[in-house]
């Protein structure tokens, strides 16, 4: 059994001085006859890595909304896998499971890690990575932050930054369908080509070649009527000169903040004068009141054979820190995931 530990603290950019990847010899009898009560030992088949997991790999006494990972155990995030022993009454051997799992082949947790049974009766029976990209957390955040904070309207400008990644593609292509016209930015030119060409997006720039502000104020002749925030820094600083009246920035996320690089955002005062709503969020307070809602869109919209999903697979246990690592280097088109 192959697990991937937290070795040290990065500084600056993740590397992979910072993982460790340990084998031990496993014996599935006695892993299961080991199960606590009320757990689960399950064969993990996919997993996902994800840019707040940069900020889980801090000192633990520095506060933030997500506690930090330990020194010397296992990185956990979110996985699917098959149940292959149960001490839980809420789960039987067999069960496909969606939870918050440790990175290794074979995990033993409680129940409470887990977050829901999938391809049962109410859930059509998809690929198992299906709910870790279309149907998952980054989707659910594009939906969130658009659909929700955004309140699109037709007609109106949306741009996205980290556009050809797993939340912005959804971002994306659920403004298009709310008729917005939609801009993108992102760091290659093969992804402005995927964009435009494969995801239906109007314009999209690559924001390593042009300079942020002219190229955003050529693709939005009529100005941005919603930005969705995915990386911070100059492109905000940008995008606040750009804004219209009563324009709505939902703040997703600021990846070129998330190394430390603490960029000054300057035109701040564009939020009063033209009265935009900034406004961040996690995609865990929303669960409750919208999660039924946007699979019930999903299921309409991104399964109807029109909604391109994405993914770059990495494959085994053992490459998860390069494809996490890769991720945030801006590696990956579409969800970064790992075949285990
Ligand atoms: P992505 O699949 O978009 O992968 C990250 C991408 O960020 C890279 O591919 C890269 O693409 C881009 N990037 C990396 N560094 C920079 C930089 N310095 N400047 C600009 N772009 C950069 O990840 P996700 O879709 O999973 O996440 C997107 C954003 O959403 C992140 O900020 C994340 O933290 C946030 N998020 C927030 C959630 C919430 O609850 N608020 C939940 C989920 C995600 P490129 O080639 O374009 O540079």
Same mark, same amino acid.
């Given at each position: 059994?192959?697990?991937?530990?937290?070795?040290?603290?990065?500084?600056?950019?993740?590397?992979?001085?910072?993982?460790?990847?340990?084998?031990?010899?496993?014996?599935?009898?006695?892993?299961?006859?080991?199960?606590?009560?009320?757990?689960?030992?399950?064969?993990?088949?996919?997993?996902?890595?994800?840019?707040?997991?940069?900020?889980?790999?801090?000192?633990?006494?520095?506060?933030?909304?997500?506690?930090?990972?330990?020194?010397?155990?296992?990185?956990?995030?979110?996985?699917?896998?098959? @149940?292959?022993?149960?001490?839980?009454?809420?789960?039987?051997?067999?069960?496909? @499971?969606?939870?918050?799992?440790?990175?290794?082949?074979?995990?033993?947790?409680?129940?409470?890690?887990?977050?829901?049974? %999938?391809?049962?009766?109410?859930?059509?029976?998809?690929?198992?990575?299906?709910?870790?990209?279309?149907?998952?957390?980054?989707?659910?955040?594009?939906?969130?932050?658009?659909?929700?904070?955004?309140?699109?309207?037709?007609?109106?400008?949306?741009?996205?930054?980290?556009?050809?990644?797993? @939340?912005?593609?959804?971002?994306?292509?659920?403004?298009?369908?709310?008729?917005?016209?939609?801009?993108?930015?992102?760091?290659?030119?093969?992804?402005?080509?995927?964009?435009?060409?494969?995801?239906?997006?109007?314009?999209?720039?690559?924001?390593?070649?042009?300079?942020?502000?002219?190229?955003?104020?050529?693709?939005?002749?009529?100005?941005?009527?919603?930005?969705?925030?995915?990386?911070?820094?100059?492109?905000?600083?940008? @995008?606040?000169?750009?804004?219209?009246?009563?324009?709505? %920035?939902?703040?997703?996320?600021?990846?070129?903040?998330?190394?430390?690089?603490?960029?000054?955002?300057?035109?701040?005062?564009?939020?009063?004068?033209?009265?935009?709503?900034?406004?961040?969020?996690?995609?865990?307070?929303?669960?409750?009141?919208?999660?039924?809602?946007?699979?019930?869109?999903?299921?309409?919209?991104?399964?109807?054979?029109?909604?391109?999903?994405?993914?770059?697979?990495?494959?085994? %246990?053992?490459?998860?820190?390069?494809?996490? %690592?890769?991720?945030?280097?801006?590696?990956?088109?579409?969800?970064?995931?790992?075949?285990?």
């Amino acid at each position: 059994n192959t697990k991937v530990l937290f070795k040290s603290i990065p500084e600056g950019a993740a590397n992979l001085a910072n993982f460790e990847v340990v084998s031990e010899p496993f014996n599935i009898q006695t892993a299961a006859a080991a199960l606590q009560p009320n757990s689960v030992l399950i064969k993990v088949t996919w997993l996902s890595v994800d840019p707040y997991m940069r900020g889980r790999m801090r000192k633990p006494e520095v506060a933030s909304y997500s506690a930090a990972f330990t020194l010397g155990q296992p990185f956990m995030g979110h996985g699917v896998g098959i @149940v292959v022993k149960s001490t839980s009454e809420k789960f039987a051997e067999g069960d496909v @499971v969606l939870g918050i799992l440790p990175w290794g082949n074979y995990v033993s947790v409680p129940e409470a890690a887990i977050t829901r049974k %999938i391809n049962t009766a109410d859930a059509p029976d998809l690929p198992h990575e299906t709910y870790l990209g279309l149907l998952g957390m980054p989707s659910f955040t594009a939906y969130a932050g658009l659909v929700v904070l955004g309140k699109p309207k037709a007609g109106e400008t949306l741009f996205v930054s980290a556009a050809a990644g797993a @939340v912005g593609q959804v971002v994306g292509q659920i403004g298009k369908r709310f008729g917005l016209r939609v801009v993108g930015s992102c760091g290659t030119d093969e992804k402005v080509d995927h964009l435009v060409n494969r995801l239906g997006f109007d314009a999209a720039f690559n924001y390593n070649k042009h300079p942020i502000r002219e190229k955003l104020a050529e693709l939005c002749p009529n100005g941005i009527d919603i930005y969705f925030e995915n990386v911070g820094g100059e492109t905000l600083e940008a @995008v606040l000169t750009l804004m219209n009246v009563h324009g709505r %920035i939902p703040v997703c996320g600021m990846i070129s903040q998330y190394d430390g690089a603490g960029y000054g955002v300057k035109n701040l005062f564009s939020v009063i004068s033209k009265r935009i709503t900034l406004q961040g969020f996690l995609v865990s307070d929303f669960y409750a009141d919208h999660h039924d809602a946007f699979l019930k869109w999903m299921f309409e919209h991104g399964l109807d054979g029109t909604f391109f999903y994405e993914q770059t697979v990495a494959n085994g %246990i053992e490459n998860v820190p390069a494809a996490f %690592i890769g991720m945030m280097d801006g590696k990956n088109i579409g969800k970064q995931l790992i075949k285990l």
